[in-house]
């Protein structure tokens, strides 16, 4: 476990602050993830496959070159980074 040990000097609610910016953090990212969602679902319904089976194809060089198969591959990426940004945010405890 890794830990973040923040000082300061004045008497304001650090806390807080630091809690609203996780929250707003936390809240782009679930938007982030709804928008990636949802352009990865109109390409499975233009090509009847869904996007983790077209991902595998893709990196074992079974789907071609093709323009949208490229921007698919490249907004399924991003789509799981955002996941594990989210995922490791939402494992964050701040203590007192």
């Not at 609203?20 to 990636?36: Q, V």
Request: glycine fraction near 6%; charge should be negative.
């Amino acid at each position: 476990m890794n830990q973040l040990i923040i000082e300061y000097k004045t008497q304001d609610p650090i806390r807080s602050l630091v809690e609203n910016a996780l929250h707003k953090e936390e809240r782009m990212l679930e938007m982030g993830i709804k928008h990636k969602a949802e352009l990865l679902k109109r390409y499975e319904e233009k090509y009847n496959i869904p996007s983790k089976v077209f991902f595998e194809k893709m990196e074992n060089g079974e789907m071609g070159d093709d323009f949208d198969f490229i921007g698919w591959a490249g907004e399924y990426e991003i789509l799981q980074r955002l996941k594990l940004k989210l995922k490791n945010l939402m494992e964050i405890k701040i203590c007192s």
